[in-house]
């Protein structure tokens, strides 16, 4: 069961891996990201951080879309992180199973606005966005479980 996925440059980090993980109680991590996923040096050093008991796997968009697609991943308490808009749109698109984005942090960029604190989004990205929204995805920004959430329609 996908609980929720998460929009965040920095991929893994200790707000991740410990609040979050232990805020939803996820069994299993899912980095979806192609340049992560073939850099074995990047899945080592991610793989040092995760919490006792919680499964990390490196995947590409493709075969992320593939293995959630399969069933592979219904029996985990599954939190998936990407790096981009862009990649979670792609989840969206090629599952139809995201039902939960949560704009974690996302990083200043050349013609990009603040919508809210850490979040930065360009016009492309907000497009995708609303879109995912208005299509029965809740999409909310949200750093850590203790902030108010912040539906992504009342930001832009």
Do not use: C
């Not at 995805?137 to 850590?144: L, R």
């Amino acid at each position: 069961m996908i609980l929720q996925t998460r929009i965040d440059y920095r991929l893994l980090h200790g707000q991740v891996i410990y609040v979050w993980t232990n805020y939803l109680s996820v069994d299993a991590i899912l980095v979806a990201n192609d340049k992560v996923a073939n850099d074995i040096f990047q899945k080592r050093m991610m793989s040092l951080a995760k919490p006792v008991g919680v499964k990390i796997i490196f995947k590409t968009i493709e075969e992320s879309i593939e293995a959630i697609n399969s069933g592979k991943t219904d029996n985990y308490n599954l939190y998936i992180i990407v790096e981009n808009v862009e990649d979670a749109y792609k989840l969206y698109k090629g599952t139809k199973l995201i039902d939960k984005i949560n704009l974690g942090l996302s990083s200043k960029k050349e013609n990009s606005k603040n919508i809210a604190k850490s979040i930065y989004i360009d016009k492309e990205e907000e497009k995708l966005l609303v879109e995912m929204a208005k299509n029965g995805v809740f999409v909310n920004v949200k750093q850590a479980p203790g902030d108010e959430d912040k539906d992504i329609l009342n930001l832009v």
